[in-house]
């Protein structure tokens, strides 16, 4: 740590730089786990999920749903088919909603509008809301992600 | 599938009531029988269609509380039994102490609901009373009961939630129709219920509650004197206990089937062996399904063969394995097929098929089971288990088709679950390995610092000392 | 003192003034020899760890009854390296105490509590308090049947406390009874209001140790009263520089205990136990370690003493003894020879007391 030493530099060099390597070799090993604590990876997605009877949905229903975790529009037209969508606009990831009285589906952020296949007919979305896959099975309806 | 069925029920009620009401056979006291024949006067088919359409028992007769016109006040003190509680006779006196326990013992049925009589005369000129009838016979008891339990207006307004009508089904059973045909051993309302001190069905001192059902049944069908007159077997109880369904019965399955389950409980008839399979179906409702698309369901149709329960057997069915199927000696295809050729070699494909798959299964389980006592954990597991157990399910369910075409598809959903789980196992295994790899580097590389560490405070110190 | 040139001072240690808090801390000495002297180092550095793992777990962690057992499952064998964080935040606290009270005892025995070192003393011991206080919460977090056994039982014993036993009962319940609210409650203290306290506490200890520096030497008998003052003035040789010599020597020891706490952390199988039904019977109600002393007297002591209850009177006796021991540097002030004898019977009893416990 003293410049002044005139005897054996090389040794306490050598003593010194393994001090700091070894104590930055230790630093990146105890930090490693850390890191690795700190973001677990991903969990096996929670998969197709029950959303409701038939009778719940009426034709003309849009309904707010959670799939995989996330939020999901379910749309039943006065046809009486189904369509799901991803309730997350495309734009910045805000979650969207159904408009009654324009009959559409609106992003409150930044004004992004959707039609009801999902389209982005307007503002900043740049692309359709992904479209989920609809399943009726003795009347319990199963939304689920394609593919 | 239920509605023509208990229309033919009913319909078969109704000429049966008629066919006995007319029997002279028919024992009954002279008031009972002049009832009766009041009741059938329009006739034989009149009376068919009137019980058919659910109305006959409202018709007054014999028994029951459409002729009451008892004051309520007078009701509520039930005279009878506040006098024959006082009886020093416990002939007299139990039927009064039994009666307050139990479910009748409510003042708008009373001891007169089914015994007639006056109770509104606190003396012994009630019993002198019109119709009072102190001791029914054994052929009666259902009549009387049917009274009230086939008349729904007046069900009703005891409890809207009581079930109505099983006195008529009683009558469709063989019990009932031995009862009505005055044999006084076969079961009547009062020997599985209890006379006096008739206790819902819930209750669990009730007999007929869920618990005490099998033993109720085998008190009489274990009774190898009581059987022999009918030519029955008296080891249904003992096989059941022994059987998946009796077992697990014991652990306390509220879905195991009771005799109840199969035979049904007031129209308790043993089930043909053409339809024995929809005995079974009711709760087995896919292997049904698939066992009519196999060749057997017409076979056994056409050689009059009890269809599951020739493989199963009834009440003694074990739990199902992959080894029934096959060619080896104590294989059931074999108890028909042993000559047989193309059978013998369907058998062979469907063990190999089945046997495969579910040892693979096995495997994985136990694979999985190991991966835990190991301490690995897997995220994955219980989905995975569940995938593997869903699929021998289905190949379970299949396995009836008798069709190897039919199992490739299981089969092949079976493997993909059990490669899901041995590449989890796998997987959680491997990244156990780098841990303990990067838990040694890491260990020494903490040995590394502290041994620079010390080395460093050794030098430092003897500069010191050098400098000193 | 020292006769080496101050260096060129590097980018780094221009910027923060280094130069002047080394030749501050070079100006400290510390003693030569004694491992006694790097006891209250490694708890500091204990703690350092249970915050640093502590931390960690928090981000998983779920403080209720429904979900604690579930998280803690699921931080052992899903998350990565969660199991060596657990076993690191475990076994790091088991050492701590250790440590902590292996520090209270040498204390004791050389007498170093003795004035001026009334504050250090004074603090330490609410550290020790704390300690204790945060190794409880600690069992109960992960509610497994035997932390739900020691909820109740540490609660019930708490209950006996003097004055403020009903006070401490329902804290520590978090009402009446252990129900989820207890393990809220406990979460709340285990990782704020008692690791805050803490490190408040440790600030001042050290604080108080840099403005009276503690004795190193023992002090001599009493009655010698020249002897104890040559003996307890340190000479220039029994002494080395706080920073760097003593630090570097305090660090090597640290990476010693980090490689034992780790090692077993890996190796040594701390289950978690099953999930707490308050249904089932209870086990696992052996208290930890250090508690075995205390154990071993609630588990033989009679029905009644003294016509107190039995709980009632050795919790309040015990108390008693706790308010000695705080005391102490006000009723020995100069560092009787006594108190040594003293500590080490009481170490001797207790370790005697453990070992019954354990038989």
């Avoid at chain 1, 070799?25 to 890191?35: L, R």
């Avoid at chain 2, 060749?295 to 599951?308: D, N, T, V």
């Avoid at chain 2, 062979?348 to 040892?359: F, I, K, Q, V």
């Amino acid at each position: 740590m003293s410049n002044d030493e005139p005897k054996g530099p090389p040794r306490r060099d050598f003593l010194g730089i393994a001090v700091g390597g070894s104590a930055a070799v230790f630093a990146v090993a105890a930090a490693y786990p850390v890191a690795r604590f700190i973001e677990p990876g991903t969990r096996p997605r929670p998969g197709p999920a029950v959303v409701g009877k038939l009778i719940e949905f009426p034709p003309g229903t849009v309904r707010s749903v959670m799939v995989d975790d996330r939020p999901a529009l379910v749309v039943r037209a006065q046809d009486g088919s189904f369509r799901a969508f991803s309730a997350i606009c495309t734009h910045l990831q805000c979650v969207v909603g159904y408009s009654p009285e324009r009959n559409q589906i609106e992003c409150p952020c930044h004004r992004g509008v959707y039609s009801m296949d999902g389209l982005n007919i307007g503002g900043p979305p740049p692309r359709p809301l992904e479209e989920l896959q609809v399943t009726v099975n003795e009347g319990t309806i199963i939304v689920s992600a394609v593919g | 599938m239920r509605s023509p069925s208990q229309k033919l029920f009913a319909l078969v009620a109704g000429v049966f009531v008629a066919a006995v009401a007319m029997s002279p056979a028919r024992a009954v006291g002279p008031e009972g029988a002049a009832a009766a024949s009041a009741s059938i006067a329009p006739g034989p088919s009149a009376s068919a269609s009137a019980s058919a359409s659910g109305s006959a028992s409202e018709n007054p007769a014999a028994w029951g509380p459409q002729g009451r016109v008892l004051p309520p006040a007078m009701d509520a003190t039930n005279s009878c039994v506040a006098c024959h509680i006082t009886l020093t006779d416990q002939k007299l006196r139990a039927p009064a102490k039994e009666f307050l326990t139990s479910v009748h013992s409510d003042d708008r049925i009373g001891c007169a609901g089914c015994h007639h009589g006056d109770p509104r005369d606190p003396t012994v000129g009630a019993h002198k009373a019109v119709g009072f009838d102190p001791h029914p016979t054994h052929a009666e008891v259902p009549d009387m009961c049917a009274a009230c339990h086939s008349n729904a207006s007046f069900m009703r307004t005891i409890n809207s939630r009581l079930p109505i009508g099983e006195p008529e089904l009683y009558r469709l059973s063989l019990h009932g129709k031995l009862t009505a045909a005055g044999d006084d051993q076969a079961p009547n309302c009062a020997t599985c219920h209890g006379k006096h001190d008739i206790l819902g069905p819930s209750s669990p001192k009730s007999p007929v509650n869920r618990a005490n059902i099998a033993t109720l049944c085998s008190g009489c069908h274990s009774d190898g004197k009581r059987m022999a007159k009918y030519g029955l077997r008296t080891d249904q109880f003992s096989r059941w206990e022994k059987s998946v369904h009796g077992k697990a019965f014991k652990t306390g399955n509220p879905k195991a089937p009771t005799c109840i389950g199969c035979h049904g409980a007031h129209a308790a008839t043993p089930p043909e062996a053409s339809s024995v399979g929809h005995a079974c179906g009711r709760c087995h409702e896919e292997e049904l399904a698939y066992f009519e698309m196999g060749p057997h369901s017409k076979g056994f149709r056409k050689r009059g063969l009890a269809e599951c329960v020739a493989c199963h057997s009834n009440h003694d069915v074990q739990p199902a394995s992959s080894l029934m199927v096959g060619t080896t000696a104590d294989a059931t295809c074999m108890k028909c097929h042993s000559k047989d050729d193309k059978p013998r070699k369907i058998a062979d494909e469907l063990a190999d098929l089945l046997r495969g798959a579910r040892g693979r299964a096995a495997e994985a389980r136990a694979m999985l089971a190991r991966a835990r006592e190991d301490g690995l954990h897997i995220a994955g597991a219980p989905y995975a288990l569940d995938q593997i157990a869903t699929a021998e399910l289905k190949l379970r369910g299949v396995v009836h088709t008798l069709d190897p075409a039919r199992l490739q598809a299981p089969v092949a959903a079976v493997d993909k679950a059990v490669d899901e789980a041995k590449r989890l196992v796998d997987d959680a295994a491997r990244t156990r390995r780098l841990e303990r790899h990067g838990y040694y580097a890491a260990l020494g590389i903490s040995c590394v610092l502290f041994l620079s560490l010390a080395l460093k405070s050794f030098q430092l110190d003897r500069r010191r000392r050098d400098r000193s | 003192m020292n006769a080496e040139q101050p260096r060129k001072p590097g980018w780094l240690s221009d910027r923060l003034g280094w130069g002047g808090i080394a030749a501050s801390l070079e100006r400290h000495r510390a003693p030569r020899r004694g491992f006694v002297f790097y006891l209250g180092g490694i708890t500091l550095f204990l703690l350092l760890l249970q915050v640093l793992s502590g931390v960690l777990l928090v981000l998983y962690y779920k403080p209720d009854a429904a979900n604690a057992h579930a998280s803690l499952e699921r931080i052992v064998g899903e998350i990565p390296y969660g199991d060596l964080v657990r076993g690191v935040h475990a076994w790091s606290s088991e050492f701590f105490i250790a440590f902590l009270l292996a520090h209270l005892f040498t204390v004791v025995l050389r007498r170093s509590y003795r004035s001026p070192q009334e504050l250090s003393w004074l603090s330490g011991l609410v550290a020790l308090f704390i300690g204790v206080g945060l190794a409880f919460t600690g069992t109960i977090l992960p509610w497994s049947q035997k932390a739900y056994a020691q909820a109740r039982v540490g609660s019930e014993i708490a209950h006996n406390v003097p004055f403020l036993g009903n006070w401490l009962y329902r804290l520590l319940r978090g009402g009446t009874e252990v129900t989820s609210n207890t393990l809220s409650n406990a979460y709340g203290f285990h990782v704020a209001v008692l690791p805050a306290t803490l490190t408040l506490i440790v600030g001042f200890h050290l604080f108080f140790l840099s403005r009276k520096p503690a004795a190193i030497s023992e002090p001599a008998d009493d009655d010698d009263d020249a002897e104890a003052s040559k003996a307890s003035s340190a000479t220039e040789a029994d002494t080395i520089p706080l920073y760097p010599d003593f630090l570097l020597r305090q660090a090597v020891v640290w990476v010693g205990v980090l490689v034992a706490v780790m090692t077993l952390a890996i190796f040594a199988d701390r289950p978690l136990g099953a999930p707490a039904d308050p249904r089932l019977s209870s086990t696992g109600a052996m208290p930890p370690w250090y508690f075995l002393p205390f154990h071993q007297i609630v588990r033989s002591s009679p029905r009644e003493l003294l016509g107190i209850d039995g709980p009632k009177f050795i919790v309040g006796a015990t108390c008693l003894l706790g308010l000695l021991v705080v005391v102490l540097p006000f009723l020995d002030r100069k560092g009787s020879k006594l108190v040594a004898w003293a500590g080490w019977l009481v170490l001797f009893v207790l370790i005697l007391l453990a070992t019954s416990a354990l038989s």
